[in-house]
């Protein structure tokens, strides 16, 4: 008899406990499906308000004289950047990719690890934010823009980037755009694969053309259908998320600059000079701060 209660106590207990784990399981699923619906309902929020443009009032243009070409329009982006700053001065873009869930404001910290966790507000969020390396170049002018966002369970952030490793949906999905204050930069994606989170992903310095160009080779090199590049390259967006086929995984998503026609857009005279003269001021920077430091063990 009392071993039976003994038994008995013992089926209680495990019942007790797996109730308790199931409630706090469930506690946690809740938490976590309610978070994700309020990240998603933010930034659909955001959608609608990047979106929201003013009408230019209406005044009747001056007369034209005879014979003059006509001036180029302004370029005038489609997303209201203003209104966006003002909800986060870290804004520095917009991603859009047709067809797919990949529609978001890009911001840019003075890391990389606040916005890994943090929203386009700046709150704690598994979601994090869609966010430019600190190390790139925050007008998109540097070699390598290194862009970072979550795969996430629900589709959204930068989940729809890891079907890019299927060669058909690559190919449906190729072409997509970055909008700044400033201008649209037309992508063309050029390969997509997974591999091991490795530094060199994430360089963003050259001391040549002829470094970058093999840089870029190097990076599309594992991509089996990769597109051909056309060098001297001009610049590589580099799109980084998760991935799980092996420990510590992500997949790399590149793509380089196009025209209206889809072709590539390789460096002019200006940009190579802009570079080299990057190149030089980043050099006494590093100069500066080891003499610097140099100075201060003395």
């Not at 009408?55 to 203003?82: D, G, H, M, Q, R």
């Not at 594992?222 to 092996?246: G, M, N, W």
Request: hydrophobic share 35%.
């Amino acid at each position: 008899m009392e071993q039976n209660k003994g038994r008995s106590r013992v089926r209680r207990i495990i019942i007790l406990l797996l109730a308790a784990v199931m409630l706090v399981s469930g506690g946690l699923s809740l938490h976590s499906y309610l978070e994700d619906k309020r990240a998603q309902e933010e930034y659909e929020r955001l959608a609608e308000l990047a979106r929201e443009t003013t009408a230019p009032v209406e005044t009747e243009a001056p007369e034209a004289p005879e014979e003059t070409e006509p001036e180029t329009e302004p370029y005038v982006s489609p997303i209201n950047f203003e209104d966006l700053m003002e909800e986060n001065p870290d804004t520095i873009g917009w991603i859009k990719v047709p067809d797919t869930n990949i529609d978001y404001p890009i911001v840019q910290g003075t890391d990389n690890d606040f916005y890994l966790n943090h929203d386009f507000y700046g709150k704690e969020s598994v979601g994090g934010a869609i966010y430019l390396d600190f190390e790139s170049q925050g007008d998109f002018v540097g070699r390598n823009n290194i862009l970072y966002g979550h795969n996430m369970k629900n589709g959204s952030m930068f989940k729809d980037v890891i079907h890019y490793k299927d060669e058909e949906y690559f190919k449906e999905h190729q072409y997509f755009s970055i909008y700044t204050p400033d201008r649209e930069i037309r992508l063309k994606a050029v390969a997509c694969y997974y591999g091991e989170a490795q530094p060199i992903v994430r360089k963003t310095r050259f001391k040549s053309q002829e470094s970058f160009d093999a840089f870029v080779h190097e990076m599309i090199k594992p991509c089996s259908f990769a597109e051909d590049v056309t060098y001297p390259a001009k610049t590589v967006y580099t799109l980084v998320t998760c991935s799980y086929e092996i420990n510590d995984a992500r997949t790399f998503l590149f793509a380089v600059e196009v025209d209206e026609d889809g072709n590539e857009i390789g460096p002019d005279a200006q940009f190579l000079q802009k570079m080299d003269d990057l190149m030089k001021e980043r050099a006494q920077a590093a100069s500066a701060a080891a003499q610097g430091n140099e100075g201060q063990k003395n």
